[in-house]
Every structure is written in structure tokens, then in C-alpha cells.
């Protein structure tokens, strides 16, 4: 089958992998402009454009794909099927319509949950102890076409975005190549999408601070629902700090308790945020509902190290304050 693959981000080279592995002749390779990063501002290639330049295939970065220009580029390439995994621009109509087997994506959840631009980080900060790929033909709404195939994963009390976006990676890589089989062979029936969504927004900074107000889970979901990007934040003595690794810790009766001692401190007096305890290389903070162990933080310009030692390196104190 003739395919352009259109992906950008590390979560699209797995796929793009297998698809050259799979025998499918792949005739173009579409993926963002090149951007400046780095201190120098240097301009970097999408992780898609280094794989592709290495597997020999030709790629084409439009800053955008809707003018007739690049419209006309794709009729020339004349796929069957266009590939999307994680491109991040929208397809027109007109581009959606022209292959003859449809656009089919990868997308990062068990659809209809979580539709939009960071279904895993969501997934994880919303607590969700399942997730999975779905891929799915394409259509004019956000992640609305109709399904092909589900392949599901569990997410543990520790699992951290990066651990599930590298299992999911390589999972949708496994699951496009079995749905571009299924559908050669005619077996595979699309099924219209059913049930509650949920909508996975781009990520932004009010989404990265910690409010202590919250339960503890809470809290633990969030941090590890930003690791390793962009990752959650607080601020301690007027100082932004990254928290990267945590455990939380509920009252005996609750059902979702995550031991980190025999017993649970005092905290009859604390306040949300309130740092109540040292413990091995962490720091108990008291939050809306339980407690919170600090394991991992990272200041400003600094690495990442124990809160512990970040908390004796400021000659703090049990009793001050995490806002």
C-alpha cells in the first residue's frame, strides 16, 4: 500500500518505524518545521525528520498543510492511506477525502476518552488506572472518526507520563501495522465512537502549580501526570520549584492509603502546604486531605535532588510553608 505518514514527536518514530519495517511503501513523510531550541536558539528537526532522513525517505515540513500548494504536493504522492500520529496540524476536508483508504490515526487513549492534544498527561492526572491506543479513521471533529482497534495498558499508583508515553509509543506502533493488515484483508469493520468523553487540552501554566488545598492523591496524580514535562510546581520561599517524585498518604480508613510509615505524624494544626515532618530523603507536607511526601524536587537552574537535601541546603525548618 502506498502511505504518507504525517507524525512529529518522539511518540510518532516508533510507528514510522514499523511502518517501513512492515513492507508498505511509504512515499512521503510529513512533519513540523523545523524549530529554534536550545540556548542558541538553534533550529532542531522534529524527532520524525531525523528517523525519516535516516531510513532515506522524503520529508516535507509545511508551515502549513491546508494551501493548495502542499494539497497538490499530496495528490502528486498519490497515497492510499495517510498515517497521523501526533503531526500537530488539523487536515482539511479536502485532504481527509483524498485517499481511498481514509486517514487513519494513532491516538494516545481509549477513545472516546480523553479526545484532544495530551491524552496521556491527562490520563494520569485525572487518576485513570487504565489507558490505552486506539486507531481510528479520521474525520472533521477532534478525535471523532470512527474506531478500528483498542489495545489497553494498566496505569499503576507510580507510573509517570514518560513511563506510559514510551509503553503507548510502541504499543501504537504494533497496533497500526495490525490494523493496516485487517483492513487489506477486508476483516476490519469501523465502529462509530459511543459513550462519555473526555477532552485532554494542551497543557498550560496554571496546570503545573500545586494547590495544597487538594487531596493528597490528588496532588501525587498531578506530579507524576507532568513527569518528565512540564512538570508540577510550587513555591517555597518565594522560590519556583519543580516536584517530580512523591508519595501520598491518606488517613487508615480511606481506601486509596499509600503507606510511607508505620504511623501517620500529628497534624491536627497544619495547614495545607505546611511542611510537618523529615522523612529519609523526604519532607511530609500536610495538603487538604492527607499527606503528601516529597521524594524528588528540582529548583530553578539547578538538578533535580532528594527534597531533603534542597530542604537542608535552605536551613529550613518543620513548620514552614509551601505555597
Given at each position: 500500500?502506498?502511505?504518507?505518514?504525517?507524525?512529529?514527536?518522539?511518540?510518532?518514530?516508533?510507528?514510522?518505524?514499523?511502518?517501513?519495517?512492515?513492507?508498505?511503501?511509504?512515499?512521503?513523510?510529513?512533519?513540523?518545521?523545523?524549530?529554534?531550541?536550545?540556548?542558541?536558539?538553534?533550529?532542531?528537526?522534529?524527532?520524525?525528520?531525523?528517523?525519516?532522513?535516516?531510513?532515506?525517505?522524503?520529508?516535507?515540513?509545511?508551515?502549513?498543510?491546508?494551501?493548495?500548494?502542499?494539497?497538490?504536493?499530496?495528490?502528486?504522492?498519490?497515497?492510499?492511506?495517510?498515517?497521523?500520529?501526533?503531526?500537530?496540524?488539523?487536515?482539511?476536508?479536502?485532504?481527509?477525502?483524498?485517499?481511498?483508504?481514509?486517514?487513519?490515526?494513532?491516538?494516545?487513549?481509549?477513545?472516546?476518552?480523553?479526545?484532544?492534544?495530551?491524552?496521556?498527561?491527562?490520563?494520569?492526572?485525572?487518576g485513570e488506572t487504565?489507558?490505552?491506543?486506539?486507531?481510528?479513521?479520521?474525520?472533521?471533529?477532534?478525535?471523532?472518526?470512527?474506531?478500528?482497534?483498542?489495545?489497553?495498558?494498566?496505569?499503576?499508583?507510580?507510573?509517570?507520563?514518560?513511563?506510559?508515553?514510551?509503553?503507548?509509543?510502541?504499543?501504537?506502533?504494533?497496533?497500526?501495522?495490525?490494523?493496516?493488515?485487517?483492513?487489506?484483508?477486508?476483516?476490519?469493520?469501523p465502529t462509530p465512537q459511543t459513550g462519555e468523553s473526555n477532552y485532554a487540552p494542551l497543557l498550560k501554566r496554571e496546570h503545573e502549580r500545586l494547590d495544597w488545598s487538594r487531596r493528597a492523591t490528588d496532588l501525587h496524580d498531578q506530579i507524576r501526570g507532568l513527569n518528565p514535562w512540564p512538570g508540577a510546581f510550587a513555591t517555597f520561599r518565594g522560590e519556583n520549584l519543580k516536584v517530580w517524585r512523591s508519595i501520598p498518604f491518606l488517613p487508615q480508613d480511606s481506601a486509596t492509603t499509600i503507606e510511607i510509615g508505620s504511623e501517620a505524624p500529628n497534624t491536627a494544626s497544619a495547614d495545607p502546604g505546611q511542611i510537618i515532618q523529615v522523612l529519609g530523603d523526604g519532607l511530609l507536607v500536610q495538603t487538604g486531605e492527607g499527606i503528601l511526601r516529597l521524594l524528588e524536587v528540582q529548583p530553578a537552574g539547578k538538578r533535580s535532588m532528594p527534597a531533603r537535601d534542597f530542604f537542608n541546603g535552605r536551613h529550613g525548618q518543620v513548620g514552614e510553608q509551601f505555597i
Open positions: 500500500m502506498r502511505v504518507v505518514f504525517m507524525g512529529t514527536p518522539d511518540f510518532a518514530v516508533p510507528t514510522l518505524r514499523a511502518l517501513a519495517d512492515s513492507g508498505q511503501t511509504i512515499v512521503g513523510v510529513f512533519t513540523q518545521p523545523d524549530r529554534p531550541a536550545g540556548r542558541g536558539k538553534k533550529l532542531k528537526p522534529s524527532p520524525v525528520k531525523v528517523v525519516a532522513e535516516e531510513l532515506g525517505l522524503p520529508v516535507f515540513q509545511p508551515e502549513t498543510i491546508k494551501t493548495e500548494e502542499w494539497i497538490r504536493q499530496l495528490k502528486d504522492l498519490a497515497p492510499e492511506s495517510i498515517i497521523v500520529v501526533a503531526y500537530g496540524q488539523i487536515l482539511s476536508k479536502e485532504i481527509l477525502q483524498l485517499p481511498v483508504r481514509g486517514c487513519i490515526n494513532v491516538h494516545a487513549s481509549l477513545l472516546p476518552a480523553y479526545r484532544g492534544a495530551a491524552p496521556i498527561h491527562w490520563a494520569i492526572i485525572k487504565i489507558t490505552g491506543v486506539t486507531t481510528m479513521q479520521m474525520d472533521e471533529g477532534l478525535d471523532t472518526g470512527d474506531m478500528l482497534l483498542k489495545q489497553e495498558i494498566m496505569i499503576s499508583h507510580e507510573s509517570t507520563t514518560g513511563e506510559i508515553h514510551d509503553k503507548l509509543a510502541a504499543l501504537g506502533a504494533e497496533l497500526l501495522i495490525d490494523t493496516l493488515n485487517q483492513l487489506e484483508m477486508g476483516s476490519l469493520i
